[in-house]
């Protein structure tokens, strides 16, 4: 029996100089040139250790949507320091969305963990389980799309920042720029549209439903009706209460006056409790 020629390494569509290895290389090489280009083109957070920002691609994004439609813009914001804010406020903003803000370095890994076992048992992606700082970066920059390659620069972006600036400068911009109802853009602008009173004014009840607001603030707002915005906001007053940050007292006024508020128990079942996150 004549014996089997042994076949050539170079017979492979994957061997060294054939056709298919070289596009692959190719193709690995732009990603790299892509991935270096986008990295060295994304902004500096530096410029904001002192600047506030005029504008944000959320705003930006917000009066783009308004003009589609037809409509005017609306834009309703003014500027704080962090102090000129309730201290129940922050605290309720901080319990709500990062409670680990001031110990992380701009990415909760447990959270992140968190999310995807809850992704996991529900069969889709519920909380976001983006840090202020995170939450930050795509505000200011990016825009409202869940793409991978968003994602990515998100996390540059979030590393800049927490590089660039302190903690109590992130969560300065983060609550003078985040949205709290249609054009409505910071703290300030947020109490004094749903309650009537500056941002120094804010009650802890007052504090827990601005706080409640933030995953999709256009959806529920107080005159909303919705029962996930009472919810959150009573689930905002006990963490509060279980870390002492208010007392027993304190709570317990803050769950009645949410209650006064917004309504005991609005209307709707569990399946009307919208969890989508618009930011």
Known sequence: MTPLAPVSRSASPWGRGSPRRK?????????????????????????????????????DKRAEEAREAG???RR?????????VSKHAVAAVLISEDAGFYVHEGVDTS?????????????????????????LA????????????????????TRRLEDALTKKRILTL???????????????AGAREHFGVSASQLTVAQGAILAAMLPAPRKRSPSSGSRAL????????????????????QADEARS???RLLGRKPAGTDADDDDTDER
């Open 111 to 135: 959270e992140v963990r968190k999310a995807l076992e809850e992704a996991w048992e529900k069969g889709h992606l519920g909380r976001g389980a983006s840090t202020i700082t995170q939450q």
């Open 71 to 73: 409509k005017k813009a």
């Open 257 to 259: 006056d949410i209650d």
């Open 230 to 249: 009472w919810k959150r906001a009573h689930w905002i007053v006990d963490q509060l209460a279980s870390v002492n940050r208010i007392s027993a007292a």
């Open 138 to 157: 795509k505000n200011l920059w990016l825009s409202t799309d869940r793409s991978l390659l968003r994602k990515a620069k998100e996390l540059v972006l």
């Open 76 to 84: 309703r914001q003014q500027w704080v320091p962090l102090t000129a």
């Open 23 to 59: 596009v692959l290389l190719a193709l690995a090489a732009l990603f790299v040139v892509f991935a270096v280009y986008e990295y060295v083109t994304l902004p500096d957070a530096a410029r904001f250790e002192k600047e506030n920002p005029k504008t944000t691609a959320l705003i």
């Open 174 to 188: 983060y609550l003078n720029v985040a949205e709290w109802g249609q054009g409505v853009y910071g703290i300030e």
